[in-house]
Nanobody, 121 residues
Framework: QVQLVESGGGLVQPGGSLRLSCAAS????????IGWFRQGPGKAREGIVC????????YFADFVKGRFTISRDNAKNTVYLQMNSLKPEDTAVYYC??????????????WGQGTQVTVSS
């Protein structure tokens, strides 16, 4: 069955970096899109980026442009979210989700369990 497993979260100081991974199984990235989302304490879930597994095109939310990058390794069926210049407001549980198109990502998509990112000194 479809499964997404996030990893790489942790505690980092402001200005630091983390790389999150989203390992997919039960389907191939070539035929899907992966989105990264986050939900901070007391906040609504927000979308960060969506990447196409077929051609690697990516669409970022404005608030992370220039700080976050995304890449994929189709051989490993894994997507990576590189987060740089982290700020305390980036503290959240980060989730990856899979669907057929970026516009379709939502509650009915396949979701991972999430990984906690805490940015604090």
């Amino acid at each position: 069955q479809v499964q997404l497993v996030e990893s790489g979260g942790g505690l980092v100081q402001p200005g630091g970096s983390l790389r999150l991974s989203c390992a997919a199984s039960g389907f191939t990235l070539d035929h899907a899109v992966i989105g990264w989302f986050r939900q901070g304490p007391g906040k609504a879930r927000e979308g960060i980026v969506c990447i196409s597994g077929s051609d690697g095109s990516a669409y970022f939310a404005d608030f992370v442009k220039g700080r976050f990058t995304i890449s994929r390794d189709n051989a490993k069926n894994t997507v990576y979210l590189q987060m740089n210049s982290l700020k305390p407001e980036d503290t959240a549980v980060y989730y990856c989700a899979a669907d057929s198109e970026c516009w379709a990502l939502g509650d009915d998509s396949y979701w991972g369990q999430g990984t906690q990112v805490t940015v604090s000194s």
